[in-house]
């Protein structure tokens, strides 16, 4: 086997280009661009090809020749039938269309638009998502015994029970922290006893339900995404529709549910493992004592708060499913779309419960504070 | 000469099922190999060590005198340009589009500039009898004989020496099952490759193989021409290509 080659030979009036050797693809020279030179300036001189000399011919091959002649015959060629062949497959194609988008200045202005048009069909679709929720529950009301149980305490599981110890992990470590940063400051102006009052407030009405929402949104949240978009790309979506069973009673209703049980109480149980690490940090770092802690905290901090931090849980839980299974639903059936999907199902669940958050902040404002 | 595969005392246990009990089998350059065998007899298995997807337990595979697990990886690279995969489902990636999917492994070679890849993705659009226009369609678009006439041209696209083949027909309708075995034929005789399938349909066996080994019982009990295997006296074969349906059609094609 012998790389393809190239030999000129001048004679009176044109000359004669000779090519050997194997033309096939894992024979051509690397690189090609001094041999593809080499053969647009002899088919430029008006040279005549002989290829008699060539062992083996592929597509490659026949391609390089032919954008080297120029896309067409030249005037004398010597090749076999064969060859021929090959090289008239590759005169049948049409040329490369140069494909230039014109740059437009106003092109940002068009991206914004594209944009806010997906963000309103976003909107569209999840209400029209929440409404067909709404008729399920009506219609499930109505034949309680079609009332997916199966899958709601399989959710159930998975996405709350599953997530006790790294809830718990997460929620004890940032009652650590917060408490020693605190107790630090709290020291220079003697108020050490005020530990209690802030742990307690921040910790139970705001830390505990946003860390558990963030760790939900990531954990269950883009499993969701992910399951029912991996189900929409092997058609068993479809599958289900054709056995008569309704994808949102089946898939989506479950999941939410599911979530907006398990979340108020994986806040509860955050938070009170991030009040545990902030005890055990105090205890540390100031010697206040356990007892006092325990015997402090339902005084200065009203039990609103607990009952605030679990409707948050609640709503957060809501949005999270549906905001999961709505893009899950969205998936096209390629894997660029589901892992795009994905991403958008975790980014937009935690920023619309940070906004959520905001809004409840400033709703409950005169509720749950001590001193008011 | 070189045989394109060379399987020597090929063993496969998974666990202490023992799949393949040392397989012995030569395919010669040209040659047109059907594996043919049993539900679970492990054929679709002894094809994924052929192309390296998995290492037998004992044993080693050869393609063109190269091992195919060779330590080198750049061995283990152009051995590997040197054959094309027919997957079952086409295994086509679901995110580029047909063009895309035929002219990845064309770029992955960073020899060839964007004209000349242009015009060999349409070379084997045309070689797999499809129309430019479907060039930009994605792969959840077509149709099954049309994902499988694209995965045949994306595996054609590096010109291979082989060709394996998983159940090239499986999924079609016998008249689209008829047009893609025929067309398997014309660029086999074209293009001159050597080909090893794995297939259940008679008809595509049929249509085809130029030799067919049979694997029952962990080894293989046939390796000859399909006339010469029908005369095997073992009670697989005998299931299997002597109903009154396959007789017919063995009759028919030979």
Redesign the interface.
């Known amino acids: 086997m012998a790389t393809a080659a190239v030999e000129f030979s001048e004679t009176p009036g044109t000359g004669i280009v000779r090519l050997s050797g194997d033309w096939t693809l894992s024979r051509l020279p690397v690189p090609l661009e001094t041999l593809q030179a080499q053969l647009r300036d002899f088919a430029a001189r008006g040279a005549a090809w002989e290829m008699s000399g060539v062992s083996r011919l592929d597509s490659a091959g026949a391609v390089v020749l032919w954008q080297a002649w120029g896309r067409h015959w030249p005037t004398t060629l010597v090749a076999s039938d064969e060859q021929q062949a090959i090289l008239a497959r590759a005169a049948a194609i049409s040329p490369a269309l140069a494909s230039q988008r014109p740059f437009s200045p106003l092109i940002w202005l068009a991206r914004l638009g594209w944009l806010m048009l997906a963000a309103g069909k976003n909107a569209r679709d999840m209400t029209a998502l929440i409404g067909q929720l709404a008729l399920d529950i009506v219609y499930l009301c109505a034949h309680p015994r079609e009332i997916p149980w199966r899958e709601f305490s399989a959710t159930l599981y998975k996405s709350g029970a599953l997530a006790l110890p790294v809830t718990a992990l997460v929620g004890f470590l940032i009652g650590v922290v917060l408490s020693y940063l605190s107790s630090l400051q709290l020291k220079t102006f003697g108020a050490d006893i005020f530990i209690v009052n802030l742990l307690g407030i921040s910790v139970i009405r705001e830390l505990g339900p946003v860390i558990v929402a963030v760790l939900v949104a990531g954990r269950s949240g883009s499993a969701m995404t992910a399951q029912i978009g991996v189900m929409r790309v092997t058609e068993e979506i479809d599958a289900l529709a054709t056995m008569g069973i309704s994808r949102t009673v089946r898939l989506v209703l479950p999941k939410v549910a599911a979530l907006a049980v398990a979340m108020p109480l994986l806040v509860v149980w955050c938070s009170a493992a991030g009040i545990l690490g902030g005890m055990v940090s105090a205890n540390l770092e100031m010697e206040l004592a356990y007892g006092y802690f325990i015997s402090t905290l339902p005084k200065v901090v009203p039990v609103a708060n607990v009952w605030i931090g679990i409707g948050k849980g609640f709503c957060f839980g809501l949005l999270i499913a549906l905001i999961a299974c709505h893009f899950g639903l969205k998936v096209r059936p390629n894997t660029e779309s589901l892992s795009s999907r994905t991403t958008s199902s975790v980014v937009a669940a935690i920023t619309v419960v940070i906004i959520v958050d905001a809004v409840f902040a400033v709703l409950t404002r005169r509720i749950g504070m001590p001193g008011l | 000469m070189t045989p394109a595969i060379e399987l020597r005392g090929v063993t496969t246990r998974f666990g202490k099922v023992v799949i393949h009990d040392d397989i012995h089998l030569d395919v010669r350059t040209g040659d047109i190999l059907c594996l043919v065998g049993g539900s679970g007899s492990g054929k679709t298995t002894l094809l994924r060590e052929i192309v390296g997807l998995l290492a037998p337990t004992h044993g080693t595979v050869r393609l063109f005198g190269q091992a195919v697990l060779d330590p080198d990886p750049r061995v283990r690279r152009d051995v590997r340009?040197?054959f094309g995969m027919l997957f079952q489902q086409g295994a086509l990636?679901?995110?580029l589009n047909v063009f895309d999917n035929i002219a990845f492994p064309l770029r992955e070679?960073r020899?060839?500039?964007?004209?000349?890849i242009?015009?060999?993705v349409?070379?084997?659009l045309?070689?797999v009898e499809l129309e430019?226009r479907h060039a930009m369609l994605?792969?959840?678009e077509l149709s099954g004989g049309m994902i499988k006439r694209v995965a045949l041209a994306r595996a054609l696209a590096?010109?291979p020496e082989l060709l394996v083949l998983d159940e090239p027909t499986a999924g079609l309708d016998p008249d689209l099952a008829d047009n893609f075995v025929q067309l398997i034929r014309t660029l086999q005789k074209q293009?001159g490759f050597t080909v090893a399938m794995v297939t259940h349909d008679l008809d595509t066996l049929a249509g085809l193989a130029t030799r067919v080994a049979v694997l029952a019982g962990q080894r293989i009990i046939a390796d000859a021409s399909p006339a010469e295997v029908l005369d095997v006296d073992h009670p697989f074969i005998k299931t299997f290509f002597c109903s009154e349906h396959a007789r017919s059609v063995m009759r028919r094609r030979l």
């Open positions: 340009r040197r990636f679901s995110a070679l020899i060839l500039d964007k004209s000349h242009h015009d060999l349409f070379m084997k045309a070689m430019p994605m792969p959840a590096l010109e293009l």
